[in-house]
């Protein structure tokens, strides 16, 4: 049978995922597992997906939910743990032992390892398919029981249609899907803390074996070892600052004066192979779910990286998104579904609302404002000098199970 040469050529999948992130590799996986049919499109390559640097912690409940669905073998083969963080403040330095505080740890895998891991476990070891450079993705018809998403088949330039029982919106914060969801029905929620951060790439082996976080009344300083030779490093700079107004020496001479204690080791330099400046801005949109359209991760809630938990909820919403659908599926269980979006938002909410504490912790000793900067050195205070506020920090901080 041949397809009428003016109509795109059509087919049925029950899920289309669209976005290789974490979250929609994630869910692909499950969904392939369980033999669920699925298709994932993804508008950039796979080259470009697999080396785009962003996160570099993952939760131990990030670690154990992929280890649970048979996604994280190379992760606990590479990844090292971190057990405790310091905060470099007034001229000293204290740690505090998040994991003797709470039997949970942080694992140092970055993004793009991740990622990698992720479509070849998805595209080479499950056979999943996968259209990377999918260009002009819309979706269609969430509103009833046969929704679509049209897009550019990249090889040929000709329009493709893919009908199927649900869309997932797994195309980060700038995708397409979330603007499907109807205005009336969603609202979105926003909160910009006014700040930008200029974010680092250092050729550097890490100067320390934990993450260190400088508040200092210059501004925020931050170290994250990401590999043995590479470290992330911030500074907070004004929003919407220009990357070119920080040349090698400025932002190393800032990042001493802001991280540099007597008794330290001293930072190691290298050469910057990543500067942009982030504005730090969070987003909320609710419900995440509208008809046959459900979004996860970044594409329904934007949390800056300050208390670096985007991806870790990436990773949550895909479980429980992967989880509704295989019940539905396999047992015509629909209550995943309906419970979805209320069950990812309470931990989306949780994190904003920690990022939020933490921005104001490390940020307002810098603000200019005294009262601002009183009470967050207070915060700070606090949390170094009791262990009842130091265990509920290292909870949030390490994460949810
Ligand atoms: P992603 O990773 O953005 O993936 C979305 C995918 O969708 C594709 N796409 C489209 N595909 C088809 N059609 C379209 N129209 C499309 N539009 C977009 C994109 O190409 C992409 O491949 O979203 P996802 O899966 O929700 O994952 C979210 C995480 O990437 C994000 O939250 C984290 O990177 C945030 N983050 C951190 N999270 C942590 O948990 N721990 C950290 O230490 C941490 N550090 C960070 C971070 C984010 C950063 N940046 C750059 C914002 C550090 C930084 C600097």
Redesign the pocket.
């Known amino acids: 049978m041949t397809t009428p040469s003016s109509a795109p050529p059509e087919r049925h999948v029950p899920v289309v995922v669209?976005?290789?992130?974490?979250?929609?590799l994630a869910l692909a996986n499950i969904l392939r597992a369980a033999s669920v049919g699925c298709v994932v499109?993804?508008?950039?390559s796979r080259e470009f997906?697999e080396r785009?640097p962003?996160?570099?912690?993952?939760e131990e409940g990030a670690v154990r939910g992929l280890e649970r669905r048979g996604l994280a073998d190379r992760l606990l083969e590479r990844a090292p743990t971190h057990t405790e963080f310091e905060f470099r403040f007034a001229g000293g330095r204290r740690r505090v032992a998040c994991t003797a505080l709470t039997g949970r740890r942080h694992f140092v895998y970055p993004?793009p390892l991740l990622v990698t891991d992720l479509v070849r476990e998805y595209a080479d070891v499950r056979s999943g398919e996968i259209v990377f450079g999918?260009r002009d993705?819309e979706v269609h018809g969430i509103d009833g029981d046969a929704p679509s998403v049209s897009y550019t088949d990249p090889a040929t330039g000709d329009p493709r249609v893919v009908r199927c029982g649900f869309v997932a919106g797994?195309?980060?914060?700038?995708?397409?899907t979330r603007t499907a969801m109807p205005a009336r029905h969603t609202t979105t929620a926003r909160r910009d803390h006014g700040i930008g951060w200029l974010?680092l790439l250092a050729e550097a082996p890490p100067s320390s074996d934990c993450v260190l976080h400088g508040v200092h009344s210059r501004g925020y300083a931050g170290h994250?070892a990401r590999s043995p030779e590479i470290t992330?490093y911030y500074l907070s700079c004004p929003p919407g600052d220009s990357p070119g107004n920080w040349p090698d020496e400025r932002v190393w001479s800032e990042l001493h004066t802001r991280l540099d204690v007597p008794g330290a080791p001293p930072l190691t330099e290298g050469r910057l192979i990543e500067r942009r400046v982030?504005d730090m801005h969070n987003h909320v949109t609710e419900p995440m779910a509208y008809g046959r359209l459900y979004l996860?991760?970044?594409?329904a809630h934007l949390?800056s990286?300050i208390a670096?938990?985007?991806?870790?909820?990436?990773l949550h919403d895909a479980f429980l998104l992967a989880d509704a659908l295989v019940a539905y599926h396999a047992e015509g269980d629909d209550s995943g579904l309906r419970g979805y979006s209320a069950a990812a938002l309470r931990r989306v909410w949780q994190y904003q609302e920690f990022s939020q504490w933490l921005a104001e912790l490390l940020h307002g000793p810098s603000s200019g404002d005294p009262w601002r900067a009183g009470t967050a050195t207070a915060r700070l205070r606090r949390v170094l000098d009791s262990p009842t506020a130091a265990t509920a920090f290292s909870e949030l901080y390490l994460g949810e199970d």
């Not at 499109?41 to 950039?44: F, K, Q, T, V, W």
């Not at 962003?54 to 993952?58: D, Y």
């Not at 996860?296 to 594409?299: E, N, S, T, V, W």
């Open positions: 669209v976005g290789a992130g974490p979250a929609g499109l993804e508008a950039e997906v785009r962003r996160a570099g912690f993952l993004q999918a993705v797994c195309d980060g914060a700038r995708g397409v974010a994250m992330r982030l996860a991760g970044d594409a949390v990286p670096a938990k985007g991806m870790n909820l990436a």
